[in-house]
């Protein structure tokens, strides 16, 4: 079986001064993760592996760059799944290794230095509207895997748990179908199951395009969300979706990567 390793930075506006860095951020995180895949590693150590790098990464806001958002840094939310034998895995709420560390000790001072109205004002100001991170891998295997991290919305409510930790919403896997993340507006994300709704299109005979595309068309039509995702199917088919402005994604198979932001935006190189 070929690897396949996809990542997603969010969907979101993008400003233009950004963009190369985000390019160069989501290609350095999928060839990450591709190569625990070329080198026998499994889906779920290779969407971590990828996840992680883009946690580290100021660019992104997901992870130990949460503290953007001042909300997030309670509820840094993480969670992988594995499909083998059918069981998911799930630390939502939680956050991982050092990131949970880093956020509890944030928050304390957070909350000691600023007053609540001005934190939020700030944040207004310098946050990003790219908030979550996720990939997705087949391995060698047949094994697929998905990662989602989050730092939440911006402003968000203390205490809200958005889609991301949800099994279903934020992401899903089944070595009988492929594996999924998803990013956007959570609460529309869980009003329609996005992750698990793409995957029953794909049960019922749609491709990985169609799938996303129903999926996404129903959570804009139906209740009225934008958002993305990434997919990959148990044979290596694979796409990159948003109803947002942008997403940035990049995509690893058969030695090259394949990445981009916009809306008919693609670049394929090959990878060292
Ligand atoms: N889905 C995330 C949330 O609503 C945000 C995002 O994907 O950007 O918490």
Redesign the pocket.
């Known amino acids: 079986m070929n690897p396949v390793l996809v990542v997603h930075g ?3 506006p993008v400003s233009e001064d950004v963009k190369e860095r985000l390019r160069q951020g989501i290609v350095r995180a999928a060839t990450v993760g591709y190569c625990i895949l070329r080198e026998g590693g499994s889906a779920v150590d290779a969407v971590e592996g990828a996840v992680v790098t883009l946690e580290d990464n100021p660019e992104f806001n997901a992870g130990k760059c949460a503290f953007r958002l001042m909300s997030a840094i309670q509820h840094i939310e993480e969670e992988k799944s594995r499909a083998e034998k059918k069981e998911s895995k799930d630390s939502g709420g939680k956050g991982g290794t050092f990131n949970s560390v880093l956020g509890s000790k944030l928050h304390c001072w957070l909350w000691a230095s600023f007053s609540f109205s001005a934190c939020r004002f700030f944040l207004f100001i310098f946050s990003r ?4 991170v996720g990939a997705v891998a087949l391995d060698c295997k047949g094994n697929v895997a998905y990662a989602t991290s ?1 730092g ?2 911006v402003n ?1 409510m203390v205490g ?1 748990v ?3 930790p949800c099994v279903g919403s ?1 992401g899903y896997a089944d070595n009988d179908i492929g594996a999924i993340s ?6 529309s ?1 869980l009003k329609v199951n996005l992750a698990r709704l793409t995957l029953y299109h794909m049960e019922q005979g749609k491709t990985v395009e169609e799938a996303a595309d129903l999926s996404l068309g129903y959570m804009k039509s139906r209740v009225k969300g934008l ?1 993305g995702l990434i997919l990959v199917s148990k044979t290596g088919d694979w796409v990159a979706k948003w109803t947002t402005t942008s997403m940035p994604w990049a995509a690893t198979k058969d030695g090259k990567v394949h990445f981009g932001i916009d809306p008919g935006e693609t670049t394929i190189k090959d990878l060292a």
């Open positions: 969010g969907a979101g509207n790219l908030e979550t989050t939440g919305l968000k809200r958005g889609d991301s934020g998803t990013t956007g507006h959570g609460e994300i958002g």
